[in-house]
């Protein structure tokens, strides 16, 4: 299961609210829930080129890295300016009952969707009862 804790949102919010909005990009929002055996999160990241963004695991840790680039080349005088331009970073703690090694993503109309797969020694299971009648076995001490 993902761990739905990130302490660097609160301070990313409240970063905004004391210097403004220009004081660092938004982070990137996103939506995460499970659909059978999988968890699938999607990122808002609008106007990203897909080959600026990577995509790391290391302890249980998954990190998401993208940048924009300001659409006005260097030497244009900039009007306004309201989109956030720069990298974006954003963390998930992954719970161990996540298949990891597994992950699968796609970048489609601005959206970033990652599968995470429940890994198979976390998946329900049933567990068969034998009968009573004859095959019972005696154990002696």
Do not use: C, W
Not at 31 to 41: H, N
Not at 115 to 127: F, G, L, W, Y
Not at 128 to 138: A, F, M, N, W, Y
Request: charged share 30%; aromatic share 6%; no cysteine.
């Amino acid at each position: 299961m993902l761990m739905r804790t990130d302490p660097f949102r609160d301070l990313d919010r409240l970063t905004q609210q004391l210097f403004g909005a220009d004081a660092r990009p938004a982070a990137m929002p996103m939506d995460a829930y499970r659909s059978g055996d999988e968890f699938l999160v999607h990122f808002d990241l609008p106007g990203i080129d897909p080959e600026s963004i990577e995509l790391d695991v290391e302890r249980n840790v998954l990190s998401v890295r993208a940048e924009r680039r300001g659409p006005a080349p260097e030497d244009a005088e900039m009007l306004v300016a309201e989109r956030p331009t720069g990298t974006f970073t954003r963390q998930l703690f992954l719970g161990e009952t996540l298949d990891t090694d597994r992950i699968d993503a796609s970048y489609d109309a601005g959206v970033l969707t990652l599968r995470i797969p429940v890994a198979e020694q976390a998946k329900p299971r049933r567990i068969q009862i034998s009968g009573g009648g004859g095959d019972r076995k005696q154990i002696s001490g």
